[in-house]
C-alpha cells in the first residue's frame, strides 16, 4: 500500500497531539480527485477542529487517525470516474471541510472535482493554498450573511487576519467603505494597505473612543472575526437596521444581548461560491498576504501562534520539492 507523509492526531487535544506519520495514500471515488499537493493553509478553524469543536457542535463522530487542514493547492494525480472537468497535471486549489478522506495537512489528498478549481491567474501554489478557505468565509460573511451593500459603512474586528485581510479587501471591492480594527501597528498597516478606509489598532487603549473622534458613530454591517467585550461594544454601535454577523468557531462567540440579531454563518465551501470567489479575485486584484511557511513537523508550533500575534495567512508546505517560501 502505498503511503504519505501526513500531520494527523490520535485523538482530540492540544496543539500537542499533533504528530507526523506514515499513512496511506487516499483513493478517489466517483467525481472525486486525487491531488499532490505543494502546499496547505491554515486557518483559525483547524484549531476549533483539532480540539473537537466541530465533531460536538456537529454531532458527529471522528476517526482516527485524523487528518487536519480544510485547503491545499497542488497538482491532479488521479480522477475518478465521472470526474472529469479538470485532469491529471493540472494546477489546483482545492477546499474539503471534515473532509471525510483526510484533510489537507499531507502529501496527498481526495477532493470533490466541484470543489477544485484552476489556480488564479498570476497566483503561485502557496498563494492559492492560503486563499481558499478564509477567501470563501470572507465572501459568505459579507455577501450571504450581511449582503453588503455598495456605499454600506462596514466595520471589520480582526481585520488583520487570516480571513480579516481578505475580507477587507473583497468588502472594498464591493464598494464598501470600510473601517478595519486589526491587531498591533503591523496590523494596521496591512489593513490600511488591503485598501480599509479607517484602520485602527483594536488592542489599543481605547478603540471605542479613537473611532468616535475619527467621526465614526455607528455602522451598517459588522464583520466579527474575534469576540470578546470589543465585539460585543461593537454590536452595539451597528445601527438596528443593519446587520452583524460571525463564522462559527471564534471565541468567545459574542453575546446574542449585544446585538439580538447576530447572524452565525459556517464558511462551508461549494462549486457555486467557489466560482464566486474566483470571479472577485480575478476582477479585483485580491491576494492573500502569506506571513509564515512550516513544515509538516512545525504544526504544532503554527497552531500556537494560531493564539497569538500574525499577520495574514499561514502556509505549511507539504511537498519536500516546494519551495519553503
Not at 506519520?21 to 483547524?46: F, H, K
Amino acid at each position: 500500500m502505498a503511503t504519505m507523509r501526513a500531520a494527523a492526531i490520535r485523538r482530540f487535544g492540544p496543539e500537542s497531539e499533533i504528530g507526523v506519520e506514515e499513512l496511506p495514500i487516499p483513493e478517489p471515488g466517483e467525481g472525486q480527485l486525487l491531488l499532490r499537493l505543494s502546499y496547505a493553509g491554515i486557518g483559525s478553524w483547524d484549531a476549533f477542529e483539532r480540539e473537537g469543536g466541530y465533531a460536538s457542535m456537529l454531532g458527529t463522530r471522528a476517526s482516527f487517525p485524523y487528518i487536519l487542514g480544510s485547503q491545499g493547492a497542488g497538482l491532479v494525480v488521479e480522477a475518478g470516474r465521472g470526474a472529469d472537468r479538470l485532469k491529471p497535471g493540472d494546477p489546483v486549489c482545492a477546499t474539503g471541510f471534515l473532509n471525510p478522506k483526510g484533510g489537507f495537512y499531507a502529501e496527498y489528498a481526495v477532493v470533490d472535482e466541484e470543489l477544485g478549481l484552476p489556480i488564479p491567474r498570476g497566483y503561485s501554489r502557496l498563494e492559492a493554498a492560503a486563499v481558499l478557505g478564509a477567501g470563501l468565509t470572507a465572501l459568505r460573511g459579507l455577501s450571504d450573511a450581511l449582503r453588503l451593500r455598495p456605499g454600506e459603512t462596514l466595520c471589520v474586528l480582526g481585520a488583520s487576519g487570516g480571513v480579516g485581510h481578505l475580507a477587507v479587501q473583497l468588502a472594498a471591492a464591493m464598494g464598501a467603505r470600510v473601517v478595519a480594527l486589526a491587531s498591533g501597528e503591523d496590523g494596521v498597516a496591512l489593513a490600511s494597505a488591503c485598501g480599509a478606509y479607517l484602520a485602527l489598532d483594536g488592542k489599543g487603549p481605547d478603540p471605542l473612543d479613537e473611532l468616535r473622534a475619527r467621526g465614526i458613530a455607528s455602522f451598517d454591517k459588522l464583520l466579527l472575526l474575534a469576540g470578546g467585550s470589543l465585539a460585543e461594544e461593537l454590536c452595539r454601535m451597528t445601527r438596528p437596521e443593519g446587520a452583524a454577523a460571525f463564522p462559527a468557531g471564534i471565541a468567545p462567540e459574542p453575546d446574542p444581548s449585544a446585538f439580538p440579531g447576530a447572524l452565525r454563518f459556517y464558511g462551508e465551501p461549494d462549486r457555486e461560491i467557489s466560482g464566486r470567489l474566483l470571479a472577485a479575485i480575478e476582477a479585483g486584484g485580491i491576494r492573500p498576504h502569506v506571513d509564515r511557511v512550516f513544515e509538516l513537523e512545525e504544526l504544532p508550533a503554527a497552531h500556537r501562534l494560531l493564539r497569538g500575534h500574525h499577520l495574514g495567512a499561514m502556509a505549511a508546505r507539504t511537498a519536500r520539492d516546494s519551495p519553503r517560501g
